[in-house]
């Protein structure tokens, strides 16, 4: 029957949370105490020693000590030492010298290492040298922890110390030449040895060690051989006393009687197992179920008795007991354990309670034989757990299962754990055996090359003060749950090598779980083939593992993978692949949950999927921003990546097949802000410094949630954080830029910011799509709003190759870029609302705009899309027969570098659509044909206003149906032009049509035919207002006005001598004519009809001093209206063909052509 282990997770993380953290202890530093009154120490240099040693009189407040100074101590008076001293050879170093009587307490090391003792003295041969040689007042020893020796360390150190009655102990396993030699040389004081627990000798490590210890009667070795080393006994045990006991193995051969081996007539006993109490106690052998055995005890290891179980046997300090028998437990519910009380220390060969006085080395057959022999779990949870101090010999080389199987349950007190030799594991054998033993610090040697089922199942879990393991477990060849937990919740900062290669089922299920101390992992677990649950949860919770193996295995199995690295929250390095192309159910769920400071997964190769298999596989790495896959499809009918990246923070690259649909965005598919990159060479947007110290930052306004990364080399991608300064140090360095950024709207957007020159280059859509750009902006609108406003830095534009636009996708892009002297291509023919607006404005470095090919407009298009731009002097073709309203408002603006204007083909207009077109162009000399026939309210509205190079109108404006406020200053301020259209074809008026549409041309001598008759409010008004050169105004055969109609019309026409109308009433009341001729020329004619009231004069009627006269119903022609050119003129000043050729009399008078 197997232990009831099942619910030992739980118990065992309780008994943790009792234990708690008393495992930290101050530096227990070297102490001196005064026995009585009058004494003193001092340390005495001899030959040349070097070291800087401080005393203290309380262990916290030091100073510095110097040879030879002596230390007066009142009774129970204290002084500490600690330094960097060591003796150096027989000629260099120091003793203490001491007086009266003085108790040495604390760890010797801190004389040698400070306040950061250690258990080495390699490299440091006679360290302690004649320490303590013949100090008499000595009564008590110092400990000695080092379990590291060099050669004549100890050499002679207690030579001589009368008053030492117990010697310290001795750890060390593995002797150093003549390590102890002389050590405790004429200590007659002493009555027993410390136990030796070498196995090997070395050369003079005992000679004369013993000599002369007239007191000296027990003696405890490990040893099996005296030779092998030479001198290594030599006279050691010389002059102690005739009679004694001398415990050793039975290997050793104790035949030979001398001084050099055993004396004469002491007695050689077996290594029974033995307690001895180290404070007042008991022990008991307590029997659980049906145990039938044979023990005996005995408090000398000669003379023995029955022992009953469950028999109480009080030990006073330094008392005995010896148990032998023929014990073995038989199962989980029939075994016995030991149940003491005060501290006990074990020691002895645990064999002999199984063998009696014929200690083997096998435990064949003889399962649970020692079963939780030294349980403190079930004995107390509560108090004395700790009450065990030292384990005895586990010599078996043959093993049996459950043969040790919790053995020292929860024994705090142990600090050291016994040797275990066996090479062959059995079922269960070491399971969960020192489980919760918080004192212990090392592990011993575990040589097994073959293992078995849960062998090393639990065996130090919950030793929290546990920081060495083996080198290596050997094993090859591995079997089920065989290292399941075997470390788990210890401080391992290093874990073993690794080499099996043949795995089994929950083989290192948990082995290192909670280890938030380990650090350092094999370089590879080298198994290809892998067994269901095998590496789960192997490293949950290592908090602080930065790198995790390399993971070769091929061939996988169920829930192989599972929690492998769950909880490694420092984990930064991982397997560069993970190369099994198919998987198997939970095979990697969970494998790097809750990772936080992971940033790149490994590659997966899987093409094929199977239930759960990547299940929150990397959910919460918070830091993670790169994940190549392989497989073509998803798998959500057997949840195959369920919430495989949930809680992630960052924006990622998400690598794979051109196949796989990457259009779902969520926590079990690709993440939501994560950038997808099939593999195709893409040219990234990249900044390239133009000088050395340029910077750029891409700076947050609003709320934009996007993903952004950025790559030093266009290869490796790390996240970008929005304002986080990128420094370009030297010339031509680059940073790219990815993501799937998107402006949300004027007031959520981000702009770049840089200093120094950068030169932009790539395409901009790498910033938006990410890996896989496309030249679609659908749905994407203010996508780069204010993307380089204000860039003064920026030299280069990045390429522009979106062909579908979105609203406002370009807006505002380049404003205040007056670095900028070329602008990128825009090669959409098709164009949305706003897409353009002020995309270039105030650039006042471009000196070439690009090539607007779209001939399908939206609203505000292209507004002000070159607004300030004065260094540009020629604008782009624009080839569009369709517009919309606002499309070309203000596009010009302000250029005053403008020579030429391009061509408009459309013949409809829109609302707005050239308003302000080219207003302020001062260097713009001729205007562009305007074919346009169908016109729109404010169409034309101060399209060329301020264009004071400008000459020549259009030749003609052929509209005959006009809109509200069409051509209202169209040309106001042209103060140079000179010519108008010949005619304004309209006959059919609208709302402020012409409105101001000549104001303040100076230079203006003729004026455009007028022929409509139907007015509208407003139509003329200001028309042709401050053109202080125009002499003959254009008939106006209206014969109705209307409100306002000519209002200021030749207002300020200082030149004007010449007016011809045909209405016949003034109609103040609606100020048809209100200032329409003020302060024109002091004289001229007025033509008009007859019934027209003359006789009311000024500016709102017949200016003062003019002519006024009748019309005849005829034409005149004048000869003095003909030009050089042969250009006729009519009595109005228009001009007129070969018609008019020949005689007409008006008024009586005759007009004559001579040409």
Known sequence: MKPKNHNLKLLCLSLLMMLGAGNLHAVDYLCFTAGEANSSVKLNKNGNVTATIQTSTDGTTWTNYTFNTNIPLAVNEKVYFKGNYKGTGTDDYASFVMTGKISASGNLMTLTNGDSPTTTLAGKNYCFYKLFDGCTSLTAAPELPAKTLSNYCYYSMFYGCTGLTQAPALPAKTLSEGCYRDMFHGCTGLTEAPDLPAVTLADYCYRQMFYGCTGLNYLRVKFTSWTGATDATLDWLANVSATGTFVCPTELDTSTRNASRVPSAWTVNVDYLCFTAVEAGSVKLTKKGNITATIQTSTDGTNWTNYTFDTNIPLAVDEKVYFRGNYVGTGPDDYASFRMTGKISASGNIMTLTDGDNPGTSLADKNYCFYKLFDQFDYDLWEGSDVLTTAPDLPATTLANY??????????????????????????????????????????????????????????????????????????????????????????????????????????????????????????????????????????????????????????????????????????????????????????????????????????????????????????????????????????????????????????????????????????????????????????????????????????????????????????????????????????????????????????????????????????????????????????????????????????????????????????????????????????????????????????????????????????????MFLGCTGLTAAPVLPATTLFEFCYTNMFNNCTGLTTAPTLPATTMAPNCCRQMFFGCTSLKAAPALSATNLADYCYIYMFYGCTSLTTAPAQLPATNLANYCYTGMFLGCTSLTTAPAQLPATTLAESCYENMFGGCTKLTAAPELPATTLTKYCYFGMFQGCTDLTTAPELPATTLVDSCYYAMFHECTSLNYLKVHFTSWADAIGATSHWVWNVSATGTFVCPTDLDTSIRGAWYVPEGWTVDIISGTNPVLDSRFDPNGVIHNISGQRVDENYKGILIQNGKKYLRRH
């Open 403 to 864: 043969c040790y199987a919790s053995m020292f349950f929860g024994s705090t007190g142990l600090t050291e754990a016994p040797e275990l030799p066996a090479m062959t594991m059995y079922d269960y054998c070491y399971n969960a055996m020192f489980a919760f033993c918080t004192g212990l610090t090392e592990t011993p040697a575990l040589p097994a090359t073959t293992v078995a089922e849960h062998c090393y199942e639990f065996m130090f879990y919950g030793c929290t003060c546990l920081t060495m393991a083996p080198a290596q477990l050997p094993a090859a060849t591995l079997a089920s749950d065989c290292y399941n937990h075997m470390f788990g919740s210890t401080k391992l900062a290093s874990a073993p090598a690794l080499p099996a290669t043949t795995l089994a089922e929950r083989c290192y299920y948990g082995m290192f779980y909670d280890c938030k101390n380990l650090t350092a992992v094999p370089a590879q677990l080298p198994a290809l083939t892998l067994a269901p649950n095998c590496y789960e949860a192997m490293f949950n919770d290592c908090t602080n593992l930065t790198e995790a193996p390399a993971l070769p295995a091929t061939t996988l199995a169920k829930v192989c993978y599972r929690q492998m690295f769950r909880g490694c929250t420092s984990l930064t390095e991982v397997p560069a692949q993970l190369p099994a192309t198919t998987l198997v159910d939970s095979c990697y769920q969970q494998m790097f949950f809750d990772c936080q400071s992971l940033t790149e997964a490994p590659e997966l190769h899987a093409t094929t999927f199977a239930k759960e298999c990547c299940n929150e596989m990397f959910w919460g790495c918070t830091q993670l921003d790169y994940l190549k896959v392989h497989f073509t499809s998803w798998a959500d009918d057997i949840d195959a990546t369920l919430n495989w990246m949930g809680g992630l923070w960052l924006t990622g690259s998400f690598v794979c097949p051109e196949d796989l649909d990457t259009s779902i965005r969520d926590d079990s598919h690709v993440p939501q802000d994560w950038i997808v990159d099939t593999g195709a060479i893409v040219d990234y947007l990249c900044f390239t410094a133009g000088e050395a110290n340029s910077s750029v930052q891409l700076n947050k306004h609003g709320n934009i949630p996007a993903g952004i990364q950025i790559s030093m080399d266009g290869i490796k991608w790390t996240h970008y954080f929005f304002d986080m300064n990128i420094p370009l140090a030297e010339i031509g360095d680059k940073v790219y830029f990815r993501g799937l950024y998107q402006g949300m709207g004027p007031d959520d957007y981000a702009s770049f910011v840089m200093t120094g020159k950068i030169a932009a280059s790539g395409n901009i859509m790498s910033l938006t799509d990410g890996a896989a750009p496309t030249t679609s902006l659908t749905g994407k609108n203010y996508s780069f709003y204010k993307l380089f406003d204000g860039c003064t830095s920026l030299t280069a534009a990045p390429q522009l190759p979106a062909t579908t636009l979105a609203p406002s996708c370009y807006r505002n892009v380049f404003t205040g870029c007056t670095g900028l002297t070329a602008a990128p291509a825009l090669p959409a023919i098709n164009l949305a609302d706003y897409c353009y607006m002020n995309m270039f404005r105030d650039c006042t470095g471009l000196t070439t705009a690009p090539t607007l090919p779209a001939t399908n407009l939206a609203p505000s298009c292209y507004r002000q």
